[in-house]
């Protein structure tokens, strides 16, 4: 059996992901304690209308769990809990700090039509320059204003709103706050003065009341008493604010400056780099913050794993390993298909939340695996309109890193998006990026490690783009975008 004693000085790190719950232990390097690592799988809720939510007790259990098995055993001195969740989903709780509302997440396309109200009746330029966000469904504005016109009833009940974050505060303390690079996801943020922004406020319709103090870096925490009987070993253990999934992500992938743009193929998909300058990125990107001192500019699409969980349920494909083992036998968009894959809406590049997913050129002859192959491969080319805004603002002679197990379990999938990228793509050994990336934010956090670039571990091999498979893929892209102009 693991012995936990060569381990004493440990932090936990609880990510909160869109999917799932995971936790664990790591020692004052960042590396993952044998054996102690837990995770519990959810899934949220859909609707045809476009509805992606998740019932905040499920998210809440689900986190309890993964700490119930982490913290259990003997001689682990615990310096800090370090906690990252989803960016952008939206929580409303009551004057007793109860949620009442499900989390509407980043997913959640109904707000569609008020993010074209809301985009013509603002200066979305300007807007956008302050908060990083596009005026879209996946921000609070659009949620907001979705909810005041369709659940006007359910408003009245709340009096401030969050995320899963500070509902899972609210139950282990019985006080919250908003992480600063949590509300920098929102679409309320003004990134450079690092304040709510009374323009997006009056877009949503809040007041600075309606939602919780911001935060960063590790704060005081004192357990509830049932909670700190429970977890002895957390008793007056320091919390680290909540982090932004996305940006952990990068950390937990080493790719901490403009020396490295992180890839993460998780549910959705985005390319990002942390930069300390002040940016404002091109249309299409996004900015949002790691914290006060560093920012994380990038894009995300809605499409990403979750595009090859519905093939495979759909499409009643045969297991993974076979999947895989045929579609590294395929040329490069061979099967005569284009598809949109914008199963959620889009996000980068266009930001049309309304958009719906597309499929032409089906033939007779069209086979599962050809659908498969031609999904995966339209992730991939979403992703390299995304490289090519990016990657100006990143250093010359930058890395690409992937990471998220869509991807590092499927070097099919990976060398389709290398292919698409034009560029190499190297791999994280890291296998959960942003739980680790979390751990290292609390060593920072705690002095016990005084650069983030000093943590890095050696890439594992990845793949070098071919330029053969490139050009069709250039071909493929252009006639996606074709498509895309003519629906």
């Known amino acids: 059996m693991h012995r936990i004693l060569q381990y004493r000085l440990v932090v936990i790190a609880l990510d ?45 259990d689900a986190a309890t769990a993964c700490l119930d098995a982490v913290v259990r055993g003997r001689g682990v001195d615990v310096r800090a809990v370090a906690v990252t969740t989803f960016w952008h989903g939206l929580l409303g709780f009551d004057r007793d700090d109860r949620p009442v509302t499900p989390v509407f997440t980043w997913a959640d396309s109904r707000s569609a039509p008020d993010a074209a109200l809301l985009r013509d009746a603002l200066d979305e330029d300007g807007l956008r320059a302050r908060t990083g966000c596009h005026v879209h469904a996946s921000y609070w504005p659009a949620k907001l204003r979705w909810l005041a016109r369709t659940r006007p009833a359910d408003l009245t009940r709340v009096a401030r709103w969050g995320s899963i ?79 932004g999934d996305g940006a952990a992500s990068n950390v937990g992938s080493d790719c901490v400056d403009p ?25 299409g990107l996004w900015r949002y913050r790691l914290d006060r001192r560093r920012t994380v500019v990038g894009g995300a699409t809605s499409e990403g794993g979750n595009v090859y969980a519905w093939c495979r349920d ?129 060593l920072e956090a705690l002095g016990l490690l005084p650069d983030l670039a000093a943590a890095r571990v050696p890439l594992a091999d990845g793949v070098t783009a071919d330029p053969a498979r490139h050009a069709r893929y250039a071909a493929a892209l252009a006639r996606q975008r074709r498509l895309d102009e003519t629906v």
């Open 16 to 60: 909160l992901g869109t999917s799932s719950a995971r936790a664990r232990l790591c020692d004052a390097a960042g590396r993952a304690v044998p054996g102690r690592f837990h995770r519990v799988a959810y899934a949220p809720a859909t609707s045809p209308d476009g509805g992606v939510e998740h019932d905040p007790r499920t998210l809440l």
């Open 165 to 243: 974050g500070e509902a899972l505060e609210l139950a282990l303390f019985g006080e919250a706050t908003t992480g600063v690079s949590m509300a920098s996801g929102t679409g309320l943020l003004d990134q450079d003065a690092v304040a709510w922004d009374p323009e997006a406020l009056a877009a949503a319709g809040l007041e600075p009341a309606q939602l919780f103090p911001l935060a960063e870096g590790l704060q005081a925490r004192d357990l509830r008493p049932a909670w700190a009987a429970r977890w002895p070993a957390l008793r007056g253990v320091p919390w680290l604010a909540a982090v």
């Open 259 to 283: 020396s490295r743009v992180a890839l993460n193929v998780g549910t959705s998909a985005a390319l990002r780099v942390i930069t300390t300058g002040r940016v404002v990125p091109p249309r």
């Open 314 to 442: 759909v499409l009643r494909l045969p297991d993974d390993d076979a999947v895989e083992r045929a579609l590294a036998d395929r040329l490069p968009d061979a099967h005569g298909l284009t598809v949109l894959p914008f199963l959620a809406g889009e996000r980068a590049p266009g930001w049309r939340g309304d958009r719906r997913g597309v499929v032409a050129g089906l033939s007779l002859s069209t086979g599962a695996l050809d659908l498969a192959q031609a999904a995966l491969e339209a992730v991939a080319l979403r992703l390299a309109l995304v490289y090519a805004l990016l990657a100006p603002l990143a250093a010359p002679d930058h890395l690409v890193v992937a990471s998220g197990g869509a991807i590092v379990n499927s070097p099919a999938w990976l060398r389709m998006i290398a292919d698409a990228l034009g560029r190499p793509v190297a791999s994280s050994p890291e296998a959960e990026a942003t739980g680790r990336g979390a751990a290292l934010l609390a």
